[in-house]
């Protein structure tokens, strides 16, 4: 298995509803990421997991809640957003010595 | 090519043409460059990689050139198709920091047309 798989592809949300992310990898990569991608922009980076630990939080806000079950897990759970969190979420993970991220197909969010 | 600004770069190629995507840099101590096709709808996807040790590194199609002396970054495509069509990203990594930050650049749209 030589990909990252994130679940759903799609999610419309409502603002007092909360969600979770899937990021799923079967590669043996140590380090695992979330990122946050707005339309014509690059991905900005949200949160690092380093061995299921969470070693980058850049200051996001607490309605974001990352979760590292294992080391081929992330989840990301979702609660009280607002519309301006519409974007692409993407996931992506990288092996030692973590210079390389390979990404997940992302989920499109939508907060009515 | 790749600059500060509000709107997306683009570039607009004949299909068969070679592609020539720029990239400049600002951190000496930057010494891992990644190149990244995405396209719409899709996450990034990989394509080349080089070390600051290294000028030049080919892959299929794909040729990344390093230059230190004025920090810039290209990469050329051979013989562009349709489907070469996406935005691409150049990606720095600072030594002396965090190996799991990437700086990304703005992107560059290219389109391929037949």
């Known amino acids: 298995d030589t990909e990252v798989t994130q679940t759903p592809k799609h999610l419309v949300m409502g603002m007092t509803n909360k969600k979770s992310l899937k990021c799923e990898q079967h590669?043996?990569?140590?380090?695992m990421y979330w990122y946050k991608q707005k339309a014509k922009k690059p991905p900005e980076l949200m949160f690092v997991?380093?061995?299921?630990?969470?070693?980058i939080n850049e200051s996001v806000p607490s309605r974001f809640s990352p979760e590292c079950p294992n080391s081929s897990l992330l989840n990301l759970h979702l609660h009280a957003l607002q519309p301006e969190d519409s974007a692409l979420y993407l996931c992506a993970s990288s092996p030692p010595p973590f210079n390389t991220q390979y990404f997940g197909p992302g989920t499109r969010l939508t907060v009515l | 090519g790749e600059s500060v600004g509000l709107h997306l770069p683009t570039l607009s190629v004949q299909e068969g043409d070679n592609s020539i995507i720029n990239c400049a840099y600002s951190n000496s101590a930057s010494d891992y460059f990644i190149w990244y096709k995405q396209e719409s709808g899709k996450g990034p996807q990989f394509i080349i990689d080089i070390r600051s040790n290294m000028d030049k590194r080919q892959g299929q199609r794909v040729t990344v050139l390093l230059n230190k002396t004025v920090k810039h970054l290209s990469l050329q495509i051979a013989a562009t198709q349709p489907g070469d069509s996406a935005v691409y990203f150049c990606?720095?990594?600072?030594?002396?920091?965090?190996?799991?930050?990437?700086?990304f650049g703005k992107g560059t749209l290219l389109t391929v047309n037949p």
């Open positions: 590669m043996g990569h140590r380090a």
């Open positions: 990606a720095e990594n600072r030594s002396g920091g965090s190996n799991y930050k990437l700086t």
């Open positions: 997991y380093s061995y299921e630990k969470l070693s």
